[in-house]
């Protein structure tokens, strides 16, 4: 279970705020997962409990799952919202 402590801090890391941004860190993530599968090479075991997470965390829409947006997410509105700007 070595290898879990190099991919559950990618289900940590937020989805920018700035929706541009989405696609970027989306394409980030894929060949970070990618780079790390085929160098590393997990175990079963770790590849199924990343793969049990990365599911849940997606199926819940939460708004933090970088493979696809979900409709109800608050993103949108606060991407927009002036007051979240820091000056």
């Not at 990365?54 to 509105?77: A, D, E, K, V």
Request: aromatic share 14%; with cysteine.
């Amino acid at each position: 279970m070595y290898c879990l402590q190099w991919l559950l801090p990618v289900l940590l890391i937020p989805k920018p705020l700035n929706p541009a941004l989405w696609f970027s860190h989306s394409v980030f993530m894929a060949f970070y997962l990618l780079s790390f599968l085929l160098e590393r090479k997990p175990c079963t075991i770790c590849s199924l409990v990343f793969l049990a997470a990365l599911f849940l965390l997606c199926y819940s829409c939460w708004g933090s799952c970088f493979l696809l947006h979900c409709p109800g997410s608050p993103l949108p509105q606060l991407a927009h919202d002036p007051g979240i700007v820091a000056t």
